[in-house]
């Protein structure tokens, strides 16, 4: 049974999110800049998320797609440098790309479920989880009621992951290594493993 937050607690988990963007510990980098002063670690996103692409989506696994795609939200940036990324124009530049405060991406949210998507795919969310929790937080206020998929490449910290809570319905971890010495290899993490 889905557990039900008030409204109240789910802003407090908000407010912690950016309380982990103001000391960047979002994932298990830690590169402990100040997003919200502007700075800019690892993943190179201050405290707006860049967007590359919003649309439906036909290319993830079937029981996402369904019969009428997935709302995919593919943010720029990454917290992983995989040397085989099929994204890496966007995952390794994150330049240039528009930036989405949580009210712009929650407009953005109601109109791919208007668009009849069967779900809400949040791809590489990790480096702007703040952001993407203020937004579902809006658009369900809004009405949304489409599922919130949390696509991630299992790099995540296990604080971020608990406040999440309450904002996401299903979360979808690409694990891509079993041991260490692979992910900093090919993913220039020494611990990606312990961490997933």
Excluded at 39 to 61: M, N, Y
Excluded at 102 to 108: F, K
Excluded at 178 to 190: D, I, L
Aim: negative net charge.
């Amino acid at each position: 049974m889905k557990r039900q937050f008030k409204e109240k607690d789910l802003l407090a988990k908000i407010d912690l999110a950016w309380e982990l963007a103001s000391a960047c510990r979002l994932c298990p980098r830690e590169c402990g800049v100040n997003r919200i002063q502007g700075e800019t670690g690892f993943c190179k996103i201050r405290d707006a998320a860049p967007l590359a692409h919003s649309g439906i989506h036909w290319g993830e696994e079937p029981v996402l797609s369904g019969c009428g795609g997935a709302g995919a939200i593919f943010f720029a940036g990454c917290n992983l440098h995989c040397v085989y990324c099929q994204n890496y124009q966007i995952s390794q530049s994150p330049e240039g790309y528009p930036l989405f405060s949580g009210e712009r991406l929650a407009e953005e949210l109601l109109r791919l479920q208007g668009l009849g998507a069967q779900n809400i795919d949040f791809v590489s969310p990790t480096h702007v989880a703040p952001v993407m929790m203020e937004a579902v937080f809006l658009a369900r206020k809004q009405g949304l009621k489409l599922p919130i998929v949390y696509n991630t490449n299992a790099y995540d910290s296990l604080k971020l992951l608990r406040l999440l809570e309450g904002f996401v319905d299903v979360y979808l971890p690409d694990l891509k290594y079993f041991g260490n010495k692979e992910g900093a290899m090919f993913s220039g993490v020494p611990d990606y493993a312990d961490r997933a």
